[in-house]
């Protein structure tokens, strides 16, 4: 599933996307053209390919971090060096957070689609409590909380966007009453 997730083209993510949604109207007993995504997040409670993927390649880096990795093989126990107090200088542009990675030239995006790279900026963007999690089923728990509340803060963002059309809209009619 990980690699579905992380490697797959926008087209096919847009297309398990849309069967998410297809499913989403299915269950809320909605119309084809009705908008879904903020309803299917706060009624269903489900992820969308974005979060889905961060829950399966945090879950994996919670189980590595943790050693509670039963079929993992034993080079993994050392894979991930997640320590924040050897945290390097790379920054990432939204926050404040840094994370260790091999050094890779800004002109150049290569490297950046890797495990080890995604594994520790998503691991370091993560809430502490969630990270500090003593169980497997407290942290999955935690983060798909969080996950749901980033999707919900993309929902929230986009149905904004659309908020001054209202404004609009009160104006040309107010315009049309006038003549």
């Known amino acids: 599933m990980l690699c579905i997730w992380g490697s797959a083209s ?33 009624n269903l409670k489900w992820l969308f390919p974005k979060q889905l993927y ?9 189980m590595i971090h943790n050693n509670m ?13 997640i320590d ?3 945290i390097g200088t790379l920054h990432t542009r939204n926050n404040s957070y ?8 800004e002109s150049s995006s290569y490297g950046t689609r890797s495990f080890t790279q995604q594994a520790h900026k998503e691991w370091l963007l993560l809430p ?16 798909c909380n969080h996950l749901l509340n980033e999707q ?9 966007d659309f908020s001054h059309y ?10 049309w009453i006038v003549f």
């Open 84 to 86: 924040e107090c050897n």
């Open 54 to 62: 961060k829950f399966e390649l945090l879950k994996i880096v919670f």
């Open 128 to 143: 502490t409590h969630i990270r500090e999690s003593r169980t497997l089923s407290k942290f999955k728990i935690g983060l």
């Open 10 to 42: 926008k087209g096919n993510i847009r297309t398990i996307e849309n069967v998410i949604r297809f499913a989403g109207r299915f269950v809320l007993k909605k119309r084809k053209y009705d908008s879904v995504k903020n309803e299917i997040t706060t």
């Open 152 to 160: 919900k803060q993309e929902c929230d963002i986009n149905l904004s």
């Open 69 to 81: 990795c039963p079929v993992c093989p034993a080079y993994f126990t050392n894979y991930l060096q």
């Open 166 to 175: 209202d404004e609009v809209i009160e104006d040309v009619i107010k315009y």
């Open 98 to 105: 840094s994370y260790r990675i091999a050094e890779t030239s």
